[in-house]
Each structure stands twice: as C-alpha cells, then as structure tokens.
C-alpha cells in the first residue's frame, strides 16, 4: 500500500518515518518537498506518488506567533488541508489528520468527548478547527486524530525546553494551574500506523474524529517535575533544579491556553482495540534516545 505522509520531517512525521510498517511503500515529504499552501503542488504530488492513503502530519504549530500571524495560521491548518482532502477525493483515498485540543475552551472539568463543542479560544485553536472542517467537507473518509502536548525525540518541545533550562537554572517556575496529557509523538505515529494497517485489511474504517493521548492527566508542572527526576536517573542532568508551581497569570503569553485540556480516548480505544500508554514510559525512552 502506497501512502503520503506531508510534514515528514516534524516530530510526529519524524517518528511516522521511523516506524514504516514492511507492508507500506512510504512518500515522505517535508515542508520544502511539499508546500501543502500550494494547490497545484499538492495535486502534482499526489498525482505523481498516485497514494493508497494521505498522513497529514503538516501544521503550523508557533502557537503564540500565530495571534500575529493569523493568515499563515489558516494557510497551513485550514487551506492547506483543504487541499489535501481535496486531493484524496479526486484519488478516492482516505486521509487521516492530526488535529488539537485547542478546538476546546477548556473549561470543563471531566474529559473532552469528540461529541463535545468546539470553542477555540487562540488562532491556533480556531486555525484547526477549520482544517477539522474543511476536511470533513471536502470526505468523508477521514480520521482525524486530536492529541495534545506533544513531545518527542527530534524536534522542539516542552521536554527539550525544560532540559535547557534545567542546565542553565537552579531554579525555575511552572504552570500548575493547566491539565492535560502529555503525548508522545511515537505513540501517535505507532497509533496511526496501527489505523492504516485495519484500512489495508478491510478497506474500511470507522471514520471520523478521535481523541488521543496519553495518560494519566498531570500539570505543566507536574511533567517538569518528572521530566527533571528521569533526566538525573538517566545521566542527561548532574542534578535537578527546584521547581516552583506558578499559576498561568505569572508567565503571560499571546495565545490563551485551555486551563482543562485533558480529551476522553475511550472511542480509540474500543474502535481500533488499542491500549492505554503512559507518557512515564514514553518519556523514559524519549529521553534515552533524544536528539539534544
Ligand atoms: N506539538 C504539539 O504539542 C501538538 C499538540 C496537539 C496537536 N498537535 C498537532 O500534531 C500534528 C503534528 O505536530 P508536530 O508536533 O509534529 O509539529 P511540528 O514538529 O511543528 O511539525 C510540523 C511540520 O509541518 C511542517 N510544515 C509547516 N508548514 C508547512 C507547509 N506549508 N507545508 C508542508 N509542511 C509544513 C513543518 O515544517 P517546517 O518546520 O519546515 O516549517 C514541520 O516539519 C499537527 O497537526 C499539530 O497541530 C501538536
């Protein structure tokens, strides 16, 4: 089975590269490969690999930089996959797409269901809500996978940041005052995979939108905490510099966060008989294998 990946070389398109089933013949492209913002590129490129199945792993993610830079915001996530359901339709292929607990307002206080309203509160958040439903306009063979806090071993993330600024502090604040689950960005390439293995089986999939990401739910700073205990067991840091928990006032930034980000995965789960993954683990061997 022939499959495109677009934003190839990104964390999640990094680890989709990196778990190629023997099955798949893949075409990965990177942004200078493919700019998804280019129609006729994305047609030339699918007409040319001529796929079974589109990965979409491609998205604008500056989050802040996005409230100042809304129309590229909505170029990549919303125009930009536009055209790639576009494309699968002509091809008569499926498509599986990354989407964000951004579309949420964060406001609840028990898990986000996919049935639950999207409310965006930041150009990102509202950016990826459009691509959501351009996509489901454009087919209606779609997945589209939301994951949330997103770490991994090539690319830049919160883990990457806090082992800078373990090195350079003794002493560093961290929101407390947010939750959500912390993601690997293996295990949402190893899940994708898993999905396009039961397409190629049966032809078919249960369609439509699905939440996933790790467990269990903790706080920014509850994640620093174990990121900096992992990196002393495992050698990365001579020692771990004192935490303190801030709530998000203390650390102002452009693009507002949901305070309650933490997404429901029973629907994967059942459908696609998936276990539960703990990012504990996955941040053991992310951290034994990160690129610094
Ligand atoms: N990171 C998170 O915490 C997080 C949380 C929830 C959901 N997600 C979603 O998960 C998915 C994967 O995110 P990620 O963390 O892997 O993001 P990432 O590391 O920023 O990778 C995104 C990739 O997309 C590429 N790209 C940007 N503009 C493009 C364009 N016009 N055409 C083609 N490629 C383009 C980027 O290339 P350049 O670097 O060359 O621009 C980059 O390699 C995204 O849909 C994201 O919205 C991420």
Sequence with gaps: MKVLITGAKGQVG??????????????????????????AAVMAACRRVRPDLIINAAAYTAVDKAESDQ??????????VDYLGKAAAELDIPIFHISTDYVFDGMKDTPYLETDTCNPQSVY???????????????????????????GRHGNNFVKTMLRLGSERDTLG???????????????????????????????LPW???????????????????????????????KAPTVNPIPTE????????????????????????????????????????VEQ
């Excluded at 950016?127 to 063979?141: H, I, N, V, W, Y």
């Excluded at 961290?174 to 939750?179: G, P, R």
């Design 14 to 39: 990094f680890e989709l590269m990196h778990a190629v089933p023997e099955w798949a013949a893949v075409t990965g492209l990177g942004s200078k490969e493919l700019d998804i913002t280019d129609e």
């Design 71 to 80: 129309d590229t915001a909505f170029a990549v996530n919303a125009t930009g």
């Design 125 to 151: 958040g509202a950016s990826k809500l459009a691509g959501e439903q351009a996509l489901a306009q454009r087919t209606d063979r779609h997945v589209i996978m939301r994951t949330s806090w997103v770490f």
């Design 174 to 204: 961290v929101i407390d005052d947010q939750k959500g689950c912390p993601t690997s960005a293996r295990s949402i390439a190893l899940t994708l995979w898993n999905m396009a293995e039961r397409y190629r089986q049966e032809q078919s």
């Design 208 to 238: 439509g939108i699905y939440h996933f990401c790790n467990d269990v739910p903790c706080s920014w700073y509850e994640f620093a905490c174990a990121i900096f205990d992992e990196a002393v067991l495992q050698g990365l840091l001579a």
């Design 250 to 289: 203390a650390y102002p930034l452009p693009a507002k966060r949901p305070q309650y980000a933490v997404m429901d995965v029973c629907k994967l789960m059942h459908a696609f008989r998936r276990n539960r993954v703990l990012w504990q683990h996955e941040l053991r061997d992310m951290l034994a294998s």
